[in-house]
Each structure stands twice: as structure tokens, then as C-alpha cells.
């Protein structure tokens, strides 16, 4: 866990940032008194990193198959929840590649 005192509004915004990536992370960035808390920080950046590199794979997915791939889209949403429910329970999410850039970064 990031910090000893995680509130329910901090799990609260953490999940969501999960669930409406990459919109509530942008407006959590945006938010003084949210983004410099170290839980919701964690899990928010985190989903942004996820976000983009999603779009991006995706769209070179997209080009490459023709927009085939773009039916498997949604699958993205199944880590994505259970990432949610994580940082509502108060737990850290560990995403692969993800996690240690975000850590390497200092975010």
C-alpha cells in the first residue's frame, strides 16, 4: 500500500481511474488536492501509462490486421475492473512493464 492513511475517497478515486481511463486520470492531474495524494497517485498514473500504451497498441494492431483487432477491444476491459476492484479493496496493482515505468519515472 502506498500510504497508511489510504481514505475511502482516495479508493474511490483510484478505481475510477481505472474504469474511465484516461479521462478521470486527466482530471485527477487536474484536481490540486488529488494528485499529490501518494494512493490515488500511485493507481493514477498507472492508468494513464495503461491508457496510452493501450491506444497505442491498438492502433498498430488496428493498421496491421486491418481493424480486425479492434474486436478484441473490449477484452481490455476485464484487467481493467479487476485492476479497479484492487484499489478499492486498498491494494496495490502490480501491471507488467507498466508498474516499473511509472516507479523508473518517479511518478
Not at 25 to 44: A, G, Q, S, T, V
Not at 74 to 86: E, H, S
Amino acid at each position: 500500500m502506498a500510504s497508511n492513511t489510504v481514505s475511502s475517497d482516495d479508493k474511490l478515486w483510484a478505481a475510477l481511474a481505472y474504469v474511465f481511463t484516461p479521462v478521470v486520470p486527466i482530471i485527477i492531474l487536474l484536481l490540486e488536492d488529488k494528485k499529490n495524494r501518494p494512493f490515488i497517485k500511485e493507481h493514477n498514473m498507472q492508468a494513464l501509462v495503461w491508457a496510452v500504451a493501450l491506444f497505442v497498441i491498438l492502433f498498430v494492431l488496428g493498421i496491421v490486421t486491418f481493424g480486425l483487432i479492434s474486436c478484441l477491444a473490449p477484452l481490455a476491459w476485464i484487467p481493467q475492473l479487476y485492476w479497479a476492484y484492487k484499489a478499492f479493496q486498498g491494494e496495490s496493482v502490480n501491471i507488467p512493464v507498466v508498474t516499473d515505468f511509472v516507479k523508473k519515472q518517479g511518478w
